[in-house]
């Protein structure tokens, strides 16, 4: 008996819609990148509910004739190729022939085109992909194409409970329209969400004022210009983020290339390589740079949704960016004379910029020694720090650090110092204790949240703070709004990817918000996955870090006594992120080190 079976047409039209179709967001992107295809000048987006119950692309390209309507839904039908050949240089967005089919095959589609220069247009109806092939009705509507997707995934349940939000759902698909839109500046592109107009490009060809439109004033404004640098080949422009204005996180970073959206890590280290002893661990730069190079040079068939493409050359890629970035933000002509340190191709993740090592500038001011020749009172250290341990103003358990008549004494310890503004140093009989005082701290205040018996004190702000961290990133904090409401913010929705940010915990303050809501919302995003902490979990870590004390100023010695007490009685032990919070070195070790054994 045969165990082998071949599925019918259907079942294979919807096992790949599920390559190229994942969200209404992919519907988007592939029936935008039909329309660019189609020569159009104008695009206008509309999407109710998210995506899910409606979406319609329309625009002024070429359109289709009847006899190519109904033939457009076919797998592996396309305009754009003919044969192999094709392939080794592939010019236009769409390629395979599999979007429409993919689509209509989970929605309801309905097609509306007319030619350029015919007098009436053809009208074409599928439901689940049915109906492909059996002719079109006439119908009166402009030049150009329109697309009308309905219910998408009705006979997909599996696919369809896998959705969010419509809020997450209807952020993405705008996210990616606005890719399209930046990938083109030379075309209009209208986004409709909801009823309400979400951007606006003009259509002008200006890079910078298309920036302005899709991610607002102070994202463009910060922006310095990457003149035009490479040759015929392969050449590379656009703009770049200076350094005041990096992020947490790449979300703002957008590659195009031959006008194709990309995710490249090669590409954000070719970036992030320029902007080294700029920023400091953790920050990212920003940029729209568009890079051109002879079609037979890059591989665009890698990846059924055509996001990562793979370079014939890609060492002279990661050079091409990186000095034509450098050179912007340094003043001088790119060149690529300097020696790269290791092959760009080796780099899966993009390294993360340092800070400046072996300059005259980094270096701290002469530290004088001689205070340790004089007589050191003890001030009984251990009976201070015990005294203000005991009266420190901390939660009760499981957030308790504070010392119970039961909790175990402390062992001997005597206090030593703060070294590097940050680690308190504890002699202990037999080893020396390093605790990082941030990180003890950031453990106390998230244990003190999760508690929940005892909040941050709000403070209502007496005007209203304005961020804009971006649609995606604000579509993620009002969906989680209840989680934030309970820490103290009070946020409402700005239109156009800005927050209203009306009130927030008292230990945070005013001019670190959006650096906060943006990893806040980096941190929801990275929440519920194995190996990191739950969604809420991420929230509560991130503020507690914002709240905590600082690395690099000393601080007086009686504000450790929680720090010492919690540490030494074994309470806190890691960060919420799982650093360890103290770090022994052993006497032995000291005496060997200087040949004492």
Request: proline share 7%; glycine share 8%; net charge negative.
């Amino acid at each position: 008996m045969s165990i082998i079976n071949k599925l019918s047409p259907k079942v294979a039209d919807m096992i790949a819609a599920g390559e190229v179709v994942d969200r209404p967001a992919s519907v988007i992107k592939e029936l935008i990148e039909n329309s660019i295809d189609a020569d159009a000048h104008s695009i206008t987006v509309e999407i109710r509910r998210g995506g899910m119950s409606y979406i319609r692309v329309t625009d002024d390209g070429k359109g289709m004739s009847a006899e190519d309507a109904p033939v457009a839904f076919l797998r592996h039908a396309t305009s754009k190729l003919r044969d192999e050949r094709g392939l080794e240089a592939i010019r236009t967005l769409g390629f395979r022939g599999e979007a429409l089919a993919a689509i209509s095959s989970v929605s309801r589609a309905e097609l509306s085109t007319r030619e350029r220069g015919a007098d009436s247009g053809v009208t074409v109806n599928l439901e689940g992909g049915s109906g492909i092939g059996e002719g079109v009705t006439p119908a009166g509507c402009p030049e150009g194409t329109t697309i009308i997707i309905q219910d998408l995934f009705f006979n997909t349940p599996a696919r369809f409970k896998f959705m969010k939000t419509d809020n997450a759902e209807g952020a993405a698909c705008v996210n990616a329209a606005l890719r399209q839109a930046l990938s083109h500046p030379e075309l209009s592109f209208r986004m409709i969400k909801d009823g309400a107009e979400t951007f606006r490009t003009n259509g002008g060809g200006d890079v910078r004022d298309t920036v302005y439109a899709l991610l607002g004033r102070d994202f463009a404004l910060g922006l310095t210009a990457v003149p035009e640098s490479g040759d015929d080949t392969m050449s590379v422009t656009g703009l770049v983020t200076a350094p005041k204005s990096a992020r947490g996180n790449r979300t703002a970073q957008y590659f195009f290339v031959n006008g194709r959206y990309v995710k490249s890590p090669m590409l954000s280290a070719a970036l992030e390589r320029a902007f080294v002893n700029l920023l400091p661990g953790g920050r990212f730069p920003g940029c729209v740079l568009y890079i051109k190079m002879r079609e037979n040079l890059v591989d665009v068939n890698v990846h059924p949704a055509k996001t990562e493409v793979k370079f014939m050359f890609e060492r002279s890629v990661f050079d091409l960016v990186h000095y034509a970035v450098k050179g912007a933000l340094t003043g001088t002509p790119p060149s690529t004379s300097e020696p790269y340190a290791a092959d760009s191709s080796q780099l899966p993740e993009p390294p993360r910029a340092a800070p400046p090592l072996n300059t005259a500038s980094a270096l701290p001011e002469p530290v004088s020694y001689s205070h340790l020749s004089e007589s050191v009172p003890s001030l009984q250290h251990q009976e201070v720090i015990h005294e203000l341990y005991r009266r420190s103003d901390v939660p009760e358990h499981p957030a308790q650090i504070e010392l119970s008549a039961n909790a175990p004494n402390l062992p001997e310890y005597a206090y030593i110092g703060e070294a590097y503004g940050g680690y308190v140093i504890l002699e202990l009989p037999s080893e020396l204790l390093f605790i990082d005082k941030h990180a003890a701290h950031e453990r106390i205040l998230f244990d003190r949240l999760k508690a929940r018996k005892r909040l941050p004190m709000p403070q209502l702000l007496l005007a209203p703070s304005v961020i804009e961290p971006g649609r995606e990133d604000a579509a993620l904090i009002l969906d989680n709004l209840p989680i934030l409401e309970r820490l103290g913010f009070s946020i409402d929705d700005f239109g156009n990817g800005a927050l209203a940010v009306r009130q927030i915990p008292s230990d945070i303050e005013l001019s670190g918000v959006a650096e906060l809501i943006a990893e806040i919302a980096e941190s929801i995003r990275l929440g519920d996955r194995p190996g990191n902490l739950s969604r809420e979990d991420e929230v509560l870590s991130t503020v507690a870090c914002k709240a905590a004390v600082k690395l690099g100023k000393n601080s007086d010695p009686r504000e450790f006594a929680p720090l010492i007490g919690a540490v030494l009685s074994g309470q806190i032990t890691h960060c919420p992120h799982g650093r360890p919070v103290s770090f022994s070195l052993p006497r032995d070790t000291i005496e060997k080190g200087i040949k004492r054994k």
